[in-house]
């Protein structure tokens, strides 16, 4: 019981500026309905305010201004609905069919599309007196949409980077997760393992995407201050290492889908591997660290970018080892993403230092580009390389499904 009190108390000090940030929207958004406009019943109000702030947390001002006017069209078509057919079980069905439909169209999460929904029905229960047209219900919820969007405007303002830190160490946690996911699959040769943390690993690229969309959003955020300072500098750092994690997400979906097949032998892989990938957990946990505290400006950030290097590196010499011994073909794939892995982490960490490659390339036994020999290409990934200046976002839509296995 302590245990559980200790952790609830944890989780409002850490959540305690979202539920103040609702709670004064709601407030203010019922106050401006009911006091100015006059409205007797602004219930709209308060419920649109707190609908936008919790899903425009972290968004772009475009993006949120359209989830405003997402939830004050959703009013004002099912105040249309009510209005032309008054009220009862079809005009129930007819308001949730257009709202959830309207939701769908602009592409709302699960959330948001429920959260407008059980409005609309409010709206239809509780109709308008007869012979009467409320199209105030409409103009509340363009108020509590409006009145959100300042106030999480102004919270942005004063503290835009925590919220981005606490996502980027929770980005960075979730591929630290699927290598251990995979190791622990591959160790005990688990197929069945193998293929949830694939599973898994397909599913980091969102995860990527949020913290690209994070970083955008708080960006634009500074940009609108009036004085950005040192910050901004941090945020363009974190945007060139977004772009190396999208390409280390992308290597460890890879990784893992070679594990599945790994998986598939039933035969135990050597010892080295197990050390491998722990080693690039340890690199992944040590560059989101690295990440997090350089959007704070501790000076904590170098010693991190030097422990997330030597993992790397260190994940790569014990990976090489296993060249040795003729490896088959899935673990030929899981070494080359390794070393992949470990170059973007690098790079994400030290900036674009012409010499990662070659350490990393050291670090493996390849000739290095001081070495008059054959020039040697490693494969990156399953699929032609891509333009590098793409979004993590963009490079999302442009790809293609990947085939069943």
């Known amino acids: 019981m302590r245990g559980w009190w200790r952790s609830g108390w944890k ?10 940030e609702a709670t004064v929207a709601a407030t203010i958004a019922w106050v401006i309905a009911a006091r100015v406009i006059g409205h007797p019943d602004p219930f709209f109000a308060p419920s649109a305010a707190l609908v936008v702030v919790g899903e425009a947390r972290g968004r772009r001002i475009r993006q949120t201004i359209e989830i405003v006017l997402g939830v004050a069209a959703g009013v004002l078509v099912a105040e249309l609905l009510v209005h032309a057919l008054g009220p009862g079980y079809t005009t129930i069905f007819l308001v949730l069919l257009a709202t959830i439909g309207l939701m769908v169209l602009l592409g709302a999460s699960g959330t948001l599309t429920v959260q407008a929904a059980v409005s609309a029905l409010y709206l239809v229960t509780v109709a308008a007196p007869k012979g009467t047209f409320m199209p105030l219900r409409f103009l509340d919820a363009l108020i509590g949409g ?4 300042v106030v999480g405007r102004l919270v942005a303002t004063r503290d835009p980077l925590t919220p981005l830190v606490a996502e980027a160490r929770r980005t960075f946690s979730d591929l630290a997760d699927v290598l251990g996911d995979i190791d622990a699959a591959l160790s005990g040769c688990d197929e069945p393992a193998a293929r949830v943390a694939l599973d898994r690993a397909r599913q980091v690229d969102g995860c990527v995407e949020r913290l ?4 955008e959003a708080c960006t634009e955020t500074l940009r609108l201050g009036l004085r950005p300072g040192r910050r901004l500098e941090r945020l363009n750092q974190a945007q060139a290492t977004v772009r190396q994690l999208d390409f280390a997400a992308r290597n460890i979906r890879v990784l893992a889908r070679a594990g599945s097949t790994l998986a598939r ?39 991190h970018a030097r422990r997330a290097d030597e993992a790397a590196l260190e994940a790569v010499r014990i990976a090489a080892r296993m060249l040795e011994s003729d490896p088959p073909l899935p673990l030929i794939m899981i ?28 670090a493996l036994g390849l000739p290095t580009t001081d070495a ?11 699929k032609p390389e891509q333009d590098r200046s793409e979004t993590p976002a963009e490079r999302t839509r442009s790809e293609t499904p990947e085939p069943a296995r």
């Open 372 to 382: 008059p020999t054959l020039e040697i290409c490693p494969v990156r990934s399953e």
């Open 265 to 303: 032998r039933h035969t135990a892989p050597p010892p080295e591997l197990s050390a491998a990938l722990r080693a690039l957990v340890r690199a992944v946990t040590a560059a989101g660290e690295a990440t997090a505290t350089g959007l704070a400006g501790t000076d904590e950030a170098e010693r």
């Open 11 to 20: 989780r409002l000090r850490d959540n305690w500026r979202p539920i103040v």
């Open 335 to 362: 070494i080359g993403q390794i070393r992949a892995t470990a170059v973007d982490l690098m790079r994400g960490t030290l900036g674009e230092d012409a010499a990662v490659l070659d350490r990393v390339d050291e």
């Open 146 to 149: 409006a009145v959100a969007l």
């Open 212 to 215: 690209d969309q994070a970083v």
